[in-house]
């Protein structure tokens, strides 16, 4: 019980700097004070099933629900990429695989760290993975992200949203006119789905393309993907 006491003061001692000061918390509220109603226009479509579900519904728009399913995947990612930008403003994320591998890379230097883990049987590949995260995290660890640069994210993101209920409201209202057919029996033509099929389509490209152009976009995902996946180290599936 003391050592484990000793264990977890020296690692809040190490780990201590990584945390924010109030000041510098103030960018991640305002970010996510913006994020949160581009995240609940989009979470009230997701509640109906996304987009995916809306064109299910109808007869007319049924054949193209897949490209539903597209554009659904694509404003999922974009919300969760935003979110990790307005969490991690001001410094990498820090997770239980970072609070195992920097102290052990501070302590024992590359080599020093390969050895220790090759006895515990872990290929040398995924040692190098995980000393590779170790060194991009001591040199990158404290970076600040533009908060303007952030904000102009934001408001890209907010177009985007917007595009997205506003296809939402286009489809319910194809799905409204063909139920009002239906329901009085009459023999009209079904109505014209093309444009908004289209727009569906439009929207995932440009979707795709904002996350490829934005340069915080670029990065976040770049960041992320530098998160090795170590449950051998965390027990978890992170």
Same mark, same amino acid.
């Given at each position: 019980?003391?050592?484990?006491?000793?264990? $977890?003061?020296?690692?809040?001692?190490?780990? +201590?700097?990584?945390?924010?000061?109030?000041?510098?918390?103030?960018?991640?509220?305002?970010?996510?004070?913006?994020?949160?109603?581009?995240?609940?226009?989009?979470?009230?479509?997701? =509640?109906?099933?996304?987009?995916?579900?809306?064109?299910?519904?109808?007869? +007319?728009?049924?054949?193209?629900?897949? &490209?539903?399913?597209?554009? =659904?995947?694509?404003?999922? #990612?974009?919300?969760?990429?935003?979110?990790?930008?307005?969490?991690?403003?001001?410094?990498?994320?820090?997770?239980?695989?970072?609070?195992?591998?920097?102290?052990?890379?501070?302590?024992?230097?590359?080599?020093?760290?390969?050895?220790?883990?090759? &006895?515990?049987?872990?290929?040398?590949?995924?040692?190098?993975?995980?000393?590779?995260? &170790?060194?991009?995290?001591?040199?990158?660890?404290?970076?600040?992200? =533009?908060?303007?640069?952030?904000?102009?994210? $934001?408001?890209?993101?907010?177009? *985007?949203?917007?595009?997205?209920?506003?296809?939402?409201?286009?489809?319910?209202?194809?799905?409204?006119?063909?139920?009002? *057919?239906? #329901?009085?029996?009459?023999?009209?033509?079904?109505?014209?789905?093309?444009?908004?099929?289209?727009?569906?389509?439009?929207?995932?490209?440009?979707?795709?393309?904002?996350?490829?152009? =934005?340069?915080?976009? *670029?990065? +976040?995902?770049?960041?992320?993907?530098?998160?090795?996946? &170590?449950?051998?180290?965390?027990?978890?599936?992170?």
């Amino acid at each position: 019980m003391k050592f484990l006491k000793i264990f $977890l003061i020296v690692q809040m001692v190490m780990v +201590a700097p990584w945390l924010l000061s109030p000041a510098q918390a103030d960018n991640s509220k305002i970010c996510y004070d913006l994020l949160r109603p581009l995240e609940k226009q989009v979470q009230k479509i997701k =509640d109906r099933g996304g987009i995916w579900e809306l064109f299910e519904t109808g007869a +007319a728009l049924r054949k193209h629900s897949i &490209a539903g399913l597209h554009v =659904d995947a694509k404003i999922t #990612s974009v919300i969760d990429t935003v979110d990790y930008l307005c969490e991690n403003q001001n410094g990498l994320p820090v997770r239980e695989v970072t609070h195992q591998l920097i102290p052990m890379m501070r302590k024992m230097g590359r080599e020093g760290f390969i050895k220790h883990y090759l &006895a515990f049987f872990h290929s040398i590949e995924v040692i190098e993975e995980w000393a590779k995260y &170790a060194e991009y995290f001591e040199a990158n660890h404290q970076r600040k992200l =533009d908060f303007n640069q952030t904000k102009t994210t $934001l408001d890209k993101a907010q177009k *985007i949203v917007e595009r997205y209920s506003t296809l939402a409201q286009h489809i319910d209202s194809v799905n409204d006119e063909e139920s009002r *057919i239906k #329901s009085s029996g009459l023999l009209v033509p079904p109505p014209n789905v093309d444009g908004i099929v289209e727009e569906c389509k439009t929207l995932t490209e440009d979707i795709k393309q904002f996350t490829a152009m =934005d340069p915080l976009l *670029i990065q +976040a995902n770049l960041e992320k993907s530098e998160i090795p996946y &170590a449950p051998y180290l965390t027990g978890s599936g992170e």
